[in-house]
């Protein structure tokens, strides 16, 4: 039988955790050893990354898109869905409102929308540089061609979530799509220079402890630089409208678990662990979170990016969202980063 204790010992003393160990420490339910795994993650990032909170400002420039992915409320099948495009001075507007209020990373993402060329990405991603923020894309599954010239154009970062590491399940929630093709893309962006973002989500239907366990060692195996971990929210306009969403709990184990694992990789505390609870920012920060993605869309679309519902911050204005946020780090005794938040590896170089 294993013991709690022991595996924590023994984590300590090798920084490892096999897959059992993972499984067991997911499966804690006593609230006194559940505070004890993310209090220990939170251990984990100070010593390996201090008091500093990154925040990053996310700019969803599109809902069109062509997949079809069944967790989604922007997939192609939607037809409720009123669909927007910002266009691209807008979406440099918004990028230079940010910078200026100190954001000092600009996440550009979109569904897959192939109405902006190529070269339309490239140009905004060099103009946000120009203004002297760090840029991540987060645009889906593109050609090789595409992330080539992005990253020439200067993009920073990278985020494609892996989802689940479950062949079957991937299959299941991705109708015209593979693990196979994400995870080469995913190398792909790394041999590019990319740094890389992934992650999963918790609590999709069908998806085990074990499964969640594999998660966290595929996040391993990639080291990736950044990874996000949401729950899963059922969006009532797709197949999966009347699932089970993640629960808090689970998301938080898991982003604990990982922080073990991943000692100096940014971990968001995500919007959506933010919409499926309310403290669920701050709860995340407290197990091993080292970043906020806040949502500087323009209000008017806000509610449009239905990736699912109830999404936090769906009205408030940037400004409102970066004093909010800045409280919260404040509140924790943290403080708010004022470095561009590179992967530790490039910060430290
Ligand atoms: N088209 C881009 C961005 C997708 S939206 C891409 O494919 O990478 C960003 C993330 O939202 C997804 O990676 C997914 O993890 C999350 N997401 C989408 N629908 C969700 C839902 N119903 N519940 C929770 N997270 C969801």
């Not at 500093?52 to 069109?64: A, Q």
Request: proline share 4%; net charge neutral; glycine share 8%.
């Amino acid at each position: 039988m294993m013991v709690l204790q022991e595996i924590i010992n023994n984590y300590r003393a090798t920084g490892e955790l096999s897959h059992e160990e993972i499984v067991f420490l997911l499966g804690l339910e006593k609230p006194d050893e559940v505070g004890g795994l993310l209090a220990l993650a939170n251990e984990v990032r100070e010593k390996h990354l201090g008091p500093d909170v990154h925040l990053r400002g996310i700019i969803e420039f599109s809902n069109h898109c062509v997949r079809r992915c069944v967790y989604c409320g922007l997939c192609y099948g939607n037809r409720e869905l009123k669909r927007y495009r910002m266009h691209p001075y807008e979406i440099l507007d918004t990028a230079a409102g940010a910078v200026e209020m100190g954001f000092r990373t600009i996440v550009l993402q979109s569904g897959e929308d192939f109405h902006y060329t190529n070269d339309m990405i490239a140009c905004l991603v060099a103009a946000v540089k120009k203004m002297g923020a760090a840029v991540t894309l987060s645009l889906g599954d593109r050609p090789q061609a595409a992330y080539t010239s992005w990253k020439a154009a200067g993009a920073d970062r990278y985020l494609l979530k892996f989802e689940t590491s479950d062949t079957l399940l991937y299959r299941q929630l991705h109708p015209e799509s593979t693990l196979a093709r994400r995870l080469k893309n995913l190398t792909y962006l790394r041999d590019l220079g990319y740094q890389l973002g992934s992650g999963n989500m918790v609590g999709l239907p069908g998806q085990t402890i074990t499964s969640l366990a594999n998660d966290i060692l595929l996040m391993k195996e990639l080291s990736l630089d950044m990874a996000g971990i949401g729950p899963f929210l059922p969006h009532p306009a797709t197949p999966l409208g009347k699932a089970r969403a993640g629960t808090m709990e689970m998301t938080l184990k898991v982003l604990a678990v990982t922080r073990l694992l991943l000692p100096r990789t940014h971990l968001p505390a995500t919007t959506a662990l933010g919409s499926v609870q309310e403290d669920g920012r701050r709860a995340g920060l407290l197990a091993g979170a080292n970043v906020l993605m806040l949502n500087l869309t323009p209000v008017k679309y806000r509610a449009l990016y239905d990736i699912y519902p109830a999404k936090a911050e769906a009205t408030s204005k940037p400004q409102q969202l970066k004093e909010e946020a800045e409280k919260l780090v404040d509140e924790l005794g943290r403080r708010v980063s004022s470095g561009y938040g590179h992967a530790v590896k490039i910060e430290y170089q």
